[in-house]
């Protein structure tokens, strides 16, 4: 299969990294920001400036990268996106979703007691949902689980 | 060696990184920092802003302590890499974050005993000379491989 591995360029950069032994044997790609580490790595990349930082200049970011990643998505067509967040994978969810590509959300491991903003946007839209602590599954609905930890 | 790192967060660190310089200049081990966004340069620590994934690794490798702010990234790597771990929380009345942190992950893991919470950078260099004598415990869970693994095999399976 070919899997699109979504995330920013720094700690969810390096969750990503820790699990990506859970995609050997299929088609890796990255959509994340520029930065040193994204950069060298050794996948086919797609690297936007960093769209997070605050409100509102993120949600006007996001709207405007929607198009690339409707492009990038068109081009690679892979069978499901992976993301641990952030912001990043709020368009390219709802962009993959339009195209009925599988989506599966991994909650960053620093959200333990709350979900993050990023991931009550794809809750709803995200085929696979996973939280890493086990507490955090009161705050979700039914289609969350918890399949451990990152470390 | 002991490492201080302050991830890739788009706003500085100073209140660290200024601490952790002050008391390199009083030890006898070196320091070396990664600073970020933070304007601040140490005058008696090696430091740079950013590197290569192969670096940073191979600096986690070598430290002895890991000090760093209350990313997950930077946490991650150092429990990776089984090393003590003092973490300093982000703040955001000093500026160094964006929105009210509650460090829920960094309490959460000091709870669990794998890192020291440090939230008063003036007691850093006490905790530094006795961190032999504090209990952590390195804990290794790989079930989130396994459980996309599983995951991936479902989708593959229905295509």
Sequence with gaps: MKIGLVCSHGGHLTEVLEII???????????????????????????FKD?????????????????????????????????????????????????????????SWCRVKELSLTGKLVYSISDFFFVQWEQLLTKCGKRARYGGGVI | MILVTVGNYYKGFPRLVEKMDEIAGKISEDVTMQIGNTDFEPRNADYFRFTSEAKIN??????????????????????????????????????????????????????????????????????????????????????????????????DSER
């Design chain 1, 21 to 47: 032994d859970a995609f050997e044997g299929h088609d890796v790609f990255f959509i994340s920001y520029d930065g040193l580490r994204t950069r060298e790595l050794e996948y086919r990349k797609y690297l």
């Design chain 1, 51 to 107: 769209l997070g930082k605050t409100y509102p200049r993120s949600i006007l970011m996001l709207t405007v990268s929607a198009p690339m990643i409707l492009g990038i998505l068109l081009k690679e067509k892979p069978d499901v996106v992976v993301s641990t967040g952030p912001e990043i994978a709020i368009p390219v969810f709802y962009v993959a979703k339009i195209l009925g590509i599988k989506t599966i959300f991994v909650e």
């Design chain 2, 58 to 155: 191979e600096l986690y490798l070598d430290a002895r302590i890991v000090v760093c702010h209350d990313g997950a990234g930077s946490m991650l790597t150092a429990l990776k890499y089984n090393k003590p771990t003092i973490v300093i929380p982000r703040l955001k009345e000093y500026g160094e974050h964006a929105y009210d942190n509650p460090a829920d992950l960094a309490k959460e893991l000091e709870r669990e005993k794998r890192v020291i919470l440090v939230f008063d950078v003036n007691r850093l260099e006490e905790v530094i000379r006795r961190i032999e004598t504090i209990q952590i415990t390195p804990v290794k869970d790989r079930r989130l491989v396994k459980s996309l693994r599983e995951c991936i095999n479902a989708i």
